[in-house]
């Protein structure tokens, strides 16, 4: 089979921890975002090992989420290589306002970098000897911004476009406007002559139009009911806790998630009431739930906190807001239930009174 990629660029496709990272290795090396902090060594060795002994001279980072520039920091350290980021965050990264940046609200980690030049839709690159576009990409983060090659008709997606769906739309938690910007994105990329994609994570493929396809289905199911982004958003930002640390104890879980103002803005959106019925009818169904459950609340004690909890979105921010029910039974409630979904997709399991990655 031919290679997808042109000779000059290289895909380092590296999981969900980390983003996938782009190389270019032609006259001038650069790279397309850096991983999570935690694999900044590898994301390291990776580089380091491709380039074999030639610097890296650019960086660039489709957007400023902990897994696309947490090896910012280490990169800048080795190579001092000259960076680019969205032109939207750069006072903030100048600053390192981690309020404003979105590593304290997503309870993730990002080691301090800084930056030369800036991103912004319009501009053209030349990135392995070819020309890109740079185009914006809100939605998922209002600051993402694409590039794409129209000579090769090869596109890098960032969280914008994967095979199967897109990032989380972090905007509606905060209640902004993301899936407006979404739709806007795919049609944006509908638009252009998009042969081959490299996404964010997973693998690089060609059949742009089937993604699209599919992702369009996931946004029309999503916006209809908002709090099926909320819901997405907390089990993705507990799966990503979990891929962090491997191992968490079930006891630890509440807590870790009151920990995570994203989980707190999700919960607003979220029916916490029907969430434990559901819950309590798994008890029912399922051994594993039942034996999650079992760690933490019986099930009347489940339906006697839905009760409190109430059934609307708003009475649960209310509730929470006077305190008026205990803040770590409605996230006993919350943890258990993205337990169990966790388990059901087969992303975790449990050892020992531990949540495990799989
Ligand atoms: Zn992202």
Redesign the pocket.
């Known amino acids: 089979m031919a290679p997808l990629l042109p000779a000059s660029m290289r895909l380092f496709e590296r999981g969900w921890l980390s983003?996938n990272n782009v190389l270019f290795t032609g006259e001038e090396t650069a790279l397309v975002d850096s991983g999570y902090l935690t694999h900044a060594p590898q994301t390291l060795a990776l580089v380091r090992h491709a380039l074999g002994g030639r610097p890296l001279q650019r960086l660039l980072n489709t957007?400023l989420?902990s897994?696309?520039c947490g090896g910012n920091a280490a990169l800048q350290a080795t190579y001092g290589c000259h960076t680019a980021i969205p032109q939207a965050e750069a006072a903030k990264v100048a600053a390192w306002d981690e309020a404003a940046l979105s590593f304290r609200a997503t309870g993730q980690q990002c080691a301090r970098f800084g930056f030369d030049a800036l991103l912004a839709p319009g501009q053209r690159l030349e990135l392995g000897g070819m020309l890109w576009e740079v185009l914006g990409a809100p939605g998922?983060?209002p600051h993402?911004v694409l590039l794409f090659c129209p000579q090769e008709g090869i596109l890098i997606a960032?969280?914008a476009l994967w095979e199967n769906g897109f990032?989380?739309i972090f905007p509606e938690l905060e209640g902004e406007s993301g899936f407006i910007e979404t739709r806007a994105t795919l049609d944006l990329i509908g638009s252009l002559d998009a042969r081959l994609v490299i996404p964010?994570h997973g693998r690089l493929f060609t059949d742009v139009a089937g993604a699209l396809q599919r992702a369009y289905s996931r946004l029309d199911y999503l916006s209809a009911k908002p709090q099926r982004n909320a819901e997405n958003a907390v089990k993705v930002l507990v799966k990503f806790l979990l891929l962090e640390r491997q191992r968490i104890a079930l006891a630890d879980l509440p807590g870790l998630m009151a920990a995570i103002p994203v989980v707190r803005n999700a919960m607003g959106q979220m029916d916490i009431a029907s969430l434990a019925q559901e819950q309590a009818l798994a008890e029912r169904v399922g051994s594993e739930a039942a034996h999650l459950t079992s760690q933490g609340m019986s099930e009347t004690a489940l339906q006697t906190q839905a009760r409190k909890v109430g059934g609307s979105p708003a009475h649960v921010s209310n509730a929470l807001v006077h305190a008026a029910v205990p803040i770590h039974s409605t996230y006993t409630t919350l943890s258990t239930w993205a337990v169990a979904s966790l388990i059901r997709a087969q992303a975790a399991r449990i050892e020992d009174n531990f949540l495990l990655d799989q």
Do not use: E, I, P
Request: glycine share 24%; aromatic share 0%.
């Open positions: 983003a957007h989420h897994d696309h998922h983060d993402a960032g969280d990032g989380v964010g």
